[in-house]
């Protein structure tokens, strides 16, 4: 079963969001403190201005041959010893994965936009599996059982004393105190108790290279590479629009990410080129040193190339997943990810809703875009998301995709 957009119950949803006076604070913060974080960073390096440029430009390039770009990230992802797969759809990706994990397995992900398309976590837990969230925003939400409600920052609308009652009430756990560093620390002796005795580690990527099969992932909480090191066999979904010709290209594109997310320097880029291995003996090499033995990578299509085609929705693939367009968004900062579908939410979200999901409700959710351009601006890789949002309201008017 795919998942499904219903504008209606998304309005209502915005209502009760737009009544709640914590997620309202909240919201207001966390836009103020992104945009203050970027710009001095901006301020401060100016060279960060200037590889955004390029990694339009890198981006601009790899869409245009995606095709080609997947074939060659196939060949290199084989010559690195992982195991490639192309999944078109949902169903394509979830029945691969759910082959590889089978069941009454421990399971850990690590935060991916590309995991919740194919609402993964239910799925494999359907399949009869145990699975946690080790991202410490996503494992709140995962308690919450809510969507996330940013790309950076899925907990954005969490209290500390939400935090608390969540740890309490759903896995009898005691806080000592009352503090962020107390939840934090709680939350990361439950999930470390997961993490070691995990049997499949779950990652998402912040871009792949074509010509090495290399998956580069960024982050600050360290969760990613326990989860990509520790389990013997781990699995990457990497959504196609995510390939780029070389890993220096992917090494670029994660530090742009981390810069326009208002985190800069990361505290961590993680670069895997196959499964661990060792030839210490004889000069052998054998696969399943310290860390995983297998490493299978799932190429996630679910309507990206039938995007490529359309000159408008195409221009959404050079997305780097920075979340800046939310943060800058007024219509955002006042629904969170509430404004969406069931995965993305604001602007950017919009617009990956109706490449993934629906163009035709996403269309209607359009409607609520101020067409002020302030997402525009703020794009680090200058995708026009108003000329798209406008472009998706005329699809819901007339009921179908119209040539441009
Ligand atoms: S559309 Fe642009 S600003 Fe928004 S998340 Fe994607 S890259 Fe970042």
Redesign the pocket.
């Known amino acids: 079963m795919t998942l499904k957009l219903d504008s209606l119950r998304a309005l209502d949803e915005i209502y009760k969001a737009l009544d709640d006076n914590i997620l309202q604070a909240a919201l207001s913060r966390a836009s103020y403190n992104n945009q203050v974080k970027v710009t001095e960073i901006l301020a401060s390096r100016p060279e960060i201005a200037s590889l955004a440029i390029e990694v339009r430009e890198i981006k601009r390039r790899s869409i245009m041959k995606l095709e080609e770009l997947i074939d060659q990230a196939i060949s290199s992802l084989k010559a690195a010893k992982a195991n490639p797969y192309y999944a078109s759809s949902v169903e394509d990706a979830r029945s691969i994965i759910g082959r590889i994990v089978g069941s009454n397995k421990l399971v850990i992900l690590s935060k991916s936009m590309a995991a919740a398309e194919l609402d993964l976590r239910s799925y494999l837990e359907s399949q009869g599996n145990e699975v946690w969230e080790t991202d410490l925003g996503e494992f709140l939400i995962q308690l919450e059982g809510v969507k996330p409600m940013h790309?950076i920052a899925p907990a954005v609308h969490m209290t500390r004393e939400k935090a608390l009652i969540l740890l309490k009430g759903k896995l009898k756990i005691d806080v000592k105190e009352d503090t962020i560093e107390s939840i934090a620390n709680t939350a990361r002796e439950f999930l470390r108790s997961k993490i070691i005795r995990a049997d499949i580690g779950i990652t998402g990527a912040n871009a792949l290279a074509a010509d090495t099969g290399t998956i580069v992932t960024v982050e600050n909480e360290s969760n990613i590479r326990l989860v990509s090191s520790i389990p013997p066999v781990t699995i990457a979904i990497v959504p196609i629009d995510k390939i780029v010709p070389t890993l220096l290209d992917a090494v670029k594109v994660a530090i742009i990410q981390a810069a326009?997310a208002g985190l800069y320097p990361p505290t961590y880029i993680n670069i895997v080129t196959g499964p661990s291995s060792t030839a210490d003996i004889e000069q052998t090499r054998v696969y399943g040193a310290q860390g995983p033995k297998e490493l299978h990578v799932i190429l996630l299509d679910n309507g990206r190339l039938n995007a490529k085609s359309n000159p408008l929705l195409g221009e959404?693939l050079?997305?780097?997943?920075?979340?800046?367009?939310?943060f800058e968004c007024p219509v955002w900062v006042h629904t969170a990810n509430y404004w969406g579908g069931p995965v993305y939410g604001g602007?950017?979200g919009i617009i990956w809703t109706a490449i993934t999901i629906d163009p035709i409700e996403a269309g209607k959710l359009a409607y609520l875009c101020l067409q002020c351009g302030r997402?525009d601006e703020?794009?680090?890789?200058g995708?026009r998301?108003s000329y798209i949002l406008r472009y998706l309201k005329t699809i819901a008017i007339s009921g179908s995709m119209s040539k441009l």
Request: proline share 10%; charged share 10%; net charge positive.
């Open positions: 790309t326009y959404q050079y997305c780097i997943r920075c979340g800046r367009c939310s602007p950017m997402c703020s794009c680090p890789v995708i998301l």
